[in-house]
């Protein structure tokens, strides 16, 4: 069986926000690698193409360089704002060659299941949920109609396999095919000044959040969580090092501080390696204390990423699972003074959301010991619980690929229009990294993540063009 597994751009090539993201941030489809590492223990043929590490290539191009390997089947992967991107290939390849099976997974399709099939021929099978196992019975032939998860067409009907009952032990799955991944680990580039060495990767040693926050898409895997034993992520860390030359790690997971025995062997399993790897990870508020921070130390922890979302508590009540702003400043405070980077994830333009209450988010992002900050435009997904009804609470454009989090897609009622929202998101990122304190942390930043640099000057003419449009 020969099988093509494909990554979309995510948004249209001619995109000038494309041309500074594949400078600023390019990450592996581990979903893709993993799915395609249990394919190939079955002797299937696998292939990795990958969009987003060849911005300019158009849809047609890639849809014509995949018919040409005579592919059986061939998957893609989609997030919501890459849906459409992904869509237009799979429609160029039916047109040239309608044998071809195609089926889609991912976390927009997940949520979107037969509904999805419905409205979109050149799809043939949508896998929802974890698409490791379901793909392998797609390709192995099994009866459709036995594959949990799976949404197919028959007699001009759509049809959907069993509810997923069985989830894998994560470590019964082989580590993810990252050789098959164009150019890796040095095509694929860590966020700027989010690592101290390079190359990095991606591994995903968890999967799930058991928190239910009101933004957040759960399609894929509802209220699971999961994670790799310690000893299994260490073999996985030693083997990127040995094989790839990797240097630093950023886990890819939800909740990586949730379970503190697996999060203390593990750092005590990283400590004793003869080849001291770094990694980033992101905490969970409220899972953050100094005997948990030590342990991270030991084990090579270089940067925490935390989610803050909002400086208003009235916002955090309404959207974010059990957080508050007392609690956020204490364990944000004891990362800083335990000598850990600590970005912020910030979220603006909420139902409910006021002048006021954003304002009140840029006063505590510069009131707080952040190395670093990002900020999201509030996006209702599709599959997210305050997407229901989200109509009566605001103006939305449902355009699936206008939905990368940087665009606002929703505007609620008491902010007014788009243009106030895209105003404050300007004074965010410029009153953040236009004050003085952030001079001595650009000192800091050249010597800890001094590749960074070497980037940025190397995308110096189009990180500009970038921010003299914001």
Known sequence: MSVILFNPRGRPHTSAKGDVHSLACVMPPIGLASIAAVLRQEQCRISIYDAALDFGVSNAEWAHRIVQQSPEIVGFTATTSGFYDAYDVCEKIKERNADIRTVFGGVHVSWGGGEILKNYPAIDYIITGEGERAMLQLVSDDPVDTIEGLAYRQNGSIKLGPGRRKLY????????????????????????????????????????????????????FQKSFRHNSPEY??????????????????????????????????????????????????????????????????????MVNVGIESGDQDILDAHKDRLSLEMIRRDITRLHNAGIWVKGLFMMGFPG?????????????????????????????????????????????????KMDCEQFVFVPHSIGSKEKLEQHYRLFIKGFYQ????????????????????????????????????
């Open 169 to 220: 032990n994560l470590d019964d799955l082989p580590f993810p095919a990252y050789d098959l991944l164009p150019g890796f680990p040095r095509r694929y580039l860590m966020p700027l000044f989010g690592y101290p060495q390079q190359p990095g990767a991606n591994i995903a040693s968890s999967r799930g959040c058991v928190y239910q926050c009101s933004f957040c898409d759960r399609s894929v």
């Open 233 to 302: 992520t260490v073999e996985q860390m030693t083997w990127l090092n040995r094989d790839f030359g990797v240097k630093h790690i950023n886990f890819y997971d939800d909740l990586f501080t949730l379970n503190r025995t697996r999060v203390a062997r593990l750092c005590e399993l990283l400590r004793t390696q003869k080849s001291r790897m770094s990694f980033n990870c992101i905490a969970r508020i409220g899972h953050i204390d100094d005997e948990l921070i030590r342990l991270l130390k030991l084990g090579g922890c270089w």
């Open 353 to 401: 959301e006021t002048e006021k209450s954003i304002a009140r988010t840029r006063e505590f992002a510069l009131s707080l010991p952040l190395k670093d900050a990002n900020i999201t435009a509030f996006t209702p997904f599709p599959g997210a619980p305050i997407t229901h009804g989200i109509e009566k609470l605001g103006a939305f454009d449902n355009d699936w690929s």
């Open 435 to 470: 004050r003085p304190a952030m001079r001595r942390i650009y000192r800091t930043m050249l010597l800890q993540s001094p590749h960074s640099y070497w980037r940025l000057l190397k995308g110096a003419g189009t990180f500009l063009r970038y921010a003299s449009g914001l």
